[in-house]
């Protein structure tokens, strides 16, 4: 084989990136692995922080029974005939039962003014064109309002400015309207914005006589034509407690009760302990424990791959197999007194770990029904088994804030995560100075090479020549 035909048969140049490549593959599969290691770890913190949220809404859960709240004592108002007067209780409630007579609503006190015709001209011709003021009272705050007048301003133009300039006053206490009494006719209305006789409007001009001019006002600055008066309303409790309110919202007439008046009329307010409302937090709380176990039980057990069966992201974790199992352990946990010992005897069932998988195996099942009717036979029992010293709830709710809190089992796995992160940072960015090294080494390598070959192409092409000459 001649020299030119041993040089052609080892022509790579096209193959320098390939080789390069070859020669740091193990270099970029162990990177790769950081990579991945890295990636796992930012999974492990978003879970947790899943997790929390989690625990957080289980921890929330419990407060309700173990904080000043209490659901076993929840009241509610019910009136008799809601078109009279509607109920609703509130903290402080006391139960029982009151007849109620409503005498009288509260009302706005409301005037008008005299009524023009869309396009008469009568009070521009008495006032002259200008800046005039006029002023209202309510409640011994007045306030001062301007508009200005145009000489060709039509009576219904200048209703509409003194409208246009006391709804523009936010703050104010009167608002104002346009009515149409009769065909072609307006007339200007100013009301109250609050209800009793407290709230009253007394008007007055301040340099001309444009309240007057527009008959809202008579000469002595009382009113002239009065559309409503207001009155304060008066409800009577029982056979002589007399109630008055300048609102139809009446608080504090009968402890923790709201009253909001409809119309005139005699119904009753009956206040109870409601049972539903214990019954519907204990549902709550049973949803998200389940939640909870189930979520803790997917990232213990939860199927990754083929090669890794039941076997969830923090299989090997035992802190959060602790737990699962000390939430398990604590919603069993028997109470030194009562008629009731464990959560067990109220209504809570545990599921049938046969039927269920292995990340829903510690649920449990609520039946409202028996729950409600242990509540109803013994309602101290069952908030003593909850929410005593050494109940379920507060012995849960202690053991959540030691797993939620700052420095926390969660804020250590965070924290572990975050420290292993950082380690394996540095490790990445080590392996990839020491690969860009390699690389740049090998490619030179390798392009020195094929220079030496192309080199030998060329001396073996001249010595075909010269043999060929020659012969």
Do not use: W
């Amino acid at each position: 084989m001649s020299v030119s035909e041993i040089s052609s048969s080892y022509d790579f140049s096209y193959k320098i990136d390939s080789l390069v490549e070859l020669s740091v593959k193990d270099k970029k599969t162990a990177l790769n692995k950081l990579y991945d290691q890295k990636d796992s770890l930012n999974s492990s913190i978003s879970i947790i922080s899943s997790l929390r949220g989690t625990l957080n809404s289980l921890k929330n859960s419990i407060s309700v029974f173990t904080s000043y709240s209490d659901p076993f004592s929840y009241v509610k108002a019910v009136s008799s005939d809601e078109s009279v007067f509607s109920v609703s209780a509130s903290e402080g409630a006391v139960t029982g039962f009151s007849s109620m007579e409503v005498i009288s609503l509260a009302s706005s006190h409301k005037i008008g003014s005299s009524s023009f015709l869309k396009d008469s001209t009568g009070l521009i011709s008495s006032l002259s064109a200008g800046e005039k003021r006029f002023s209202i009272s309510v409640n011994s705050v007045s306030k001062e309002y301007s508009i200005n007048l145009d000489s060709d301003d039509t009576d219904y133009e200048i209703l509409t400015k003194i409208k246009d300039a006391v709804n523009d006053d936010s703050s104010g206490q009167v608002r104002a309207g346009i009515i149409q009494e009769k065909d072609g006719e307006y007339t200007l209305v100013l009301e109250s914005r609050n209800t009793g006789t407290l709230y009253d409007m007394s008007l007055s001009d301040i340099d001309s006589d444009l309240l007057k001019s527009c008959g809202i006002i008579n000469a002595d600055s009382s009113v002239k034509r009065t559309l409503n008066s207001s009155s304060n309303a008066q409800v009577r409790i029982g056979d002589s407690l007399l109630i008055e309110r300048s609102s139809n919202k009446i608080e504090n007439a009968l402890p923790g009760i709201t009253i909001d008046l409809k119309k005139k009329g005699t119904a009753s307010v009956s206040v109870n302990v409601d049972e539903s409302y214990a019954v519907s937090k204990i549902k709550e709380f049973a949803a998200s424990y389940n939640k909870a176990v189930s979520e803790l039980g997917r990232l213990i057990y939860e199927e990754k791959d083929e090669n890794n069966p039941s076997k969830g992201f923090f299989y090997s974790d035992s802190r959060l197999k602790n737990v699962r199992n000390s939430l398990r352990m604590l919603l069993g946990q028997s109470v030194s007194s009562g008629e009731y010992k464990n959560i067990f005897s109220i209504g809570f069932k545990t599921v049938d770990a046969k039927t269920f998988s292995k990340e829903q195996s510690y649920n449990v099942n609520f039946d409202e029904a028996a729950f409600s009717k242990y509540l109803k036979e013994n309602p101290e029992a069952v908030k003593n088994l909850l929410s005593s010293a050494d109940g379920v709830f507060s012995k849960m709710g202690e053991y959540l804030n030691s797993v939620l809190k700052s420095s926390g089992l969660l804020d250590n796995i965070y924290e572990s995560s975050n420290s292993r992160i950082s380690f394996i940072d540095s490790r990445i960015k080590s392996s990839e100075k020491t690969l860009n090294q390699q690389i740049a080494y090998y490619k030179a390598l390798y392009t020195s090479l094929n220079g030496r070959i192309n080199s030998m192409k060329s001396e073996g092409s001249a010595l075909s020549s010269i043999s060929s000459y020659l012969s």
